[in-house]
């Protein structure tokens, strides 16, 4: 089954888009690319001085330039909506609340280490921070990276968009996407809400 070229993957934090965007890439040839490796200027620890909008935006459009096909992970609603136009499919992902946090926190310790995020720790606080954060993207406005920002964001965009919604396996969104070429499943937003720009956070 043959993807479109020019894929990208949203949703909320913990919902799995760099793990699709994985996937995809090791069955299907494309290059991974994720938001995240453009929005922050490497640190340690990570995610803490953002780029200035305008270069993130230099380096994600000559990223995208030379790397078809390509599949993009991550939200940039806003920052990078001059490349929306080059989308062939946009994939959004909807998962659980409780889902996703358990992932995250999973996530934390994997890369931080439990002592570091425990209480007393010198991530505690961040990290403590970061989990409510994430937590409020059901219930959360358009100034910050939620639910209602990405409905918004996605009813300006001109080309097919799929939504998965439901804590399913990667391997199972894989089998979807594919499922859905050329039969019909994909729909478009043209008649939605307008979008809204919003930087995106972690």
Not at 66 to 78: A, E, K, M, R, T
Not at 94 to 106: E, F, H, K, M, N
Not at 125 to 139: S, V
Request: positive net charge.
């Amino acid at each position: 089954m043959q993807l479109p070229n020019r894929i990208h993957i949203f949703g909320a934090s913990g919902s799995g888009t760099t793990s699709l965007a994985s996937a995809i890439a090791s069955k299907h040839g494309h290059r991974r690319l994720d938001t995240d490796n453009f929005f922050w200027v490497p640190t340690n620890p990570p995610y803490q001085e953002k780029r200035p909008r305008d270069q993130r935006l230099a380096l994600l459009q000559q990223a995208l330039l030379g790397s078809v096909p390509w599949v993009l992970s991550g939200s940039l609603c806003g920052w990078g909506d001059p490349v929306t136009p080059q989308f062939d499919l946009v994939v959004f992902l909807v998962v659980p609340t409780p889902v996703r946090l358990a992932r995250l926190q999973a996530r934390e310790i994997e890369r931080y280490g439990h002592q570091a995020i425990a209480a007393g720790g010198k991530l505690h606080k961040a990290h403590i921070e970061f989990l409510d954060w994430a937590g409020r993207y059901d219930t959360g406005g358009l100034e910050m990276r939620s639910r209602a920002l990405h409905e918004a964001w996605l009813a300006a965009l001109p080309g097919p968009i799929l939504r998965l919604e439901g804590d399913w396996s990667v391997g199972e969104q894989l089998a979807q996407i594919e499922a859905s070429m050329g039969t019909g499943l994909l729909t478009t937003a043209c008649s939605r809400r307008p979008s809204a720009a919003a930087d995106t956070v972690r």
